[in-house]
């Protein structure tokens, strides 16, 4: 029988792919609800699926309930840490400059913001929670998530674990033939790989690298993926089975521009693993979570193969990704334990004159009218957004709204989760404004 590959509608970021040989999928234009999971039963065109659990207005009960897509456990462990609070509400009046007399509270509501934790000098200083977002309840990283692996691997650097001038298949063998072959674990770290692959989350054509990337990831729902028997198909159904398929780009030359490509997390994330023996939830449990001194559990998403999703799959409360931020601001102590490496830390804020220029090479900086450029922005290192070298500001970004902005200089961490009607941060207008807005509370927060 005929195979049928075909494509469906999209809105946010999940496509729908359906290659099978004797299923015909459609996924139709229909009427948007005004609230996800709507009624007791949801009504039908309330509910979220596979299909819609990204895209608004699902997204706003997708990204806050782990059970839609496979998920594994990250433990916490030990004494909470407990902030301090000394609240300044009327932060929320304050009007950003630039941008017509839009106060923080427009800018936070215009970019669908679902909760905000401010911290100065230790201290909570504003904290608010949108819609039916709650202070207990998990939220997705997405891509902050690869800040979080890079702190893991530069615990590995300091323990001696690891060595980020060692290339690639050192590690790996099964990465020779793939364009990953000969590049250093720091080159990775720095996405300058010059890899085959695209980012455009508008542009996943069928066939293609990053299609078929995103397929496994399980962000492009995979059905004929999900069903494959792996005893009886050697297809790569997974993420880190994929990995050597991606090749380098034939016109690119690694470590020349700084191109933002997620599969070169799994790589340091399967490193990771490969070195310690340990799955990568395990891992940020016993290295990082057990030690953080969260309120909660964590989660982080898997894959077809029940893989941890190490370029995006971390789930936990708001308070508990704003300890993650106090930890990395706080030279990587908290909760009495030296949770991650200063000197790492110290080295991600430091650009060096060939990753200045990889970034300014970069679609987000090379060209002022390009979409996405970044005015805020100097250069990528070790998964973080360096905006500062001198004064230690970075940022850990995540489709859809999600960050932590790290300010050294003022002391100031700023956690934030949101469910923006697009994927892109770089090229969304509002993010734009929002990010104008963290520098303005982080500069003039006393």
């Known amino acids: 029988m005929k195979t049928l590959n075909i494509i469906i ?8 792919s359906c290659q099978s040989k004797d299923i015909t999928f459609m996924y139709l234009n229909k009427p948007l609800p005004e609230k996800a999971m709507a009624g007791i039963p949801a009504s039908p065109e309330s509910q979220v699926t596979l299909m819609n659990w990204s895209s608004p207005p699902y997204s706003k009960w997708g990204f806050r309930n782990p059970g839609i897509v496979p998920s594994l456990m990250v433990p ?44 100065k000098d230790g201290k909570i200083r504003y904290e608010k929670y949108f819609g039916d977002f709650k202070e207990n309840n998990v939220h997705i990283w997405a891509s902050s998530t690869k800040s979080l692996v890079s702190m893991v691997a530069g615990i590995l650097i300091e323990e001696g674990i690891l060595n980020p001038y060692k290339k690639v298949e050192e590690y790996l063998p099964e ?150 931020g106090y930890a990395v601001l706080n030279d990587g102590e908290i909760n009495d334990h030296q949770v991650f490496s200063e000197e790492f830390i110290a080295r991600t804020f430091k650009l060096t004159d060939n990753e200045l220029m990889a970034g300014d090479r970069s679609v987000y900086r090379k060209d002022t009218d390009a979409p996405a450029y970044d005015k805020h922005l100097s250069g990528y290192k070790n998964f973080w957004w360096i905006h500062d070298s001198e004064k ?55």
């Not at 509608?9 to 729908?16: D, R």
């Open 76 to 119: 916490r462990g030990g004494e909470i840490f407990h902030f301090n609070y000394d609240l300044s509400n009327d932060l929320e009046k304050w009007i950003v400059p630039g941008h017509d007399g839009l106060t923080v509270l427009e800018v936070l509501e215009g970019d669908d913001t679902d909760g905000i934790i401010v911290i």
């Open 175 to 324: 990465m020779r033939g793939s364009g990953f072959e000969g590049l250093t674990l720091q080159e990775v770290l720095n996405m300058v790989s010059a890899l085959n692959y695209s980012e455009d989350y508008e542009d996943l054509q069928p066939g293609t690298v990053h299609y078929e990337y995103f397929r496994r990831i399980g962000l492009v729902p995979a059905f004929d993926l999900m069903i494959l028997d792996p005893v009886r198909d050697t297809t790569p159904r997974g993420t880190l089975e994929f990995l050597p398929k991606i090749k380098r780009h034939q016109d690119k030359t690694p470590r020349e521009v700084f191109e933002y490509h997620s599969p070169n997390v799994d790589v340091i994330g399967l490193i990771l693993s490969r070195t310690t023996g340990l799955s990568l939830e395990e891992l940020i449990s016993e290295k990082v979570w057990g030690k953080l001194g969260t309120e909660h559990d964590a989660m982080i998403m898997a894959d077809v193969a029940f893989n941890p999703i190490a370029t995006g799959g971390f789930m936990s409360t708001l308070r508990d990704f704003a300890r993650f």
């Open 392 to 446: 230690q500001i970075m940022t850990a970004r995540g489709v859809f709204g999600q960050g932590l902005y790290v300010d050294k200089s003022n002391d100031v961490i700023i956690a934030t989760f949101g469910s923006a009607p697009t994927a892109s941060n770089a090229t969304r207008e509002t993010h734009k404004v929002k990010m104008d807005a963290m520098k303005f509370i982080a500069e003039n927060l006393k």
């Open 9 to 16: 509608v999209a809105t946010g970021l999940v496509l729908a």
